[in-house]
């Protein structure tokens, strides 16, 4: 799809967890700077649902469609339900959740990435 982008996430998704399990370790709640990163780790979500639609439309390939933008949904949905979580649970747990949100969607990028490069696309 575009290599480009999977690069750009996963490297947002790594400087994430490095953020936020260091606020684990210093026993701190997710502030704003946190919020921050995973607002702009959504944007590019969002753009990568966007660009992914057009791309399957666009190709030949025989990609599965409805795995395809089922994981593009998902994907793009898990920061948000994590961010939600962690903000009414203002404590370690809260921000742990937004480290499992945050490996869920690397996660579900390497399989996006699989789905898409299993077609040959």
Do not use: K, N
Request: charged share 10%.
């Amino acid at each position: 799809m575009y290599e480009w982008l999977y690069g750009v996430i996963l490297a947002i998704c790594l400087l994430a967890v490095l953020y936020f399990v260091s606020l684990l370790v210093r026993d701190l709640p997710a502030g704003d700077p946190a919020f921050v990163i995973v607002g702009v780790l959504e944007l590019l979500l969002v753009v990568q649902l966007v660009l992914g639609g057009v791309a399957l439309a666009r190709t030949d390939a025989d990609v599965a469609g409805v795995l395809f933008v089922s994981y593009l949904v998902g994907v793009a949905v898990a920061p948000v339900i994590g961010a939600f979580w962690s903000l009414a649970e203002r404590s370690r747990a809260g921000t742990l959740v937004l480290v499992l949100s945050v490996v869920t969607v690397a996660a579900l990028e390497v399989r996006l990435d699989a789905i898409w490069g299993a077609a040959g696309a």
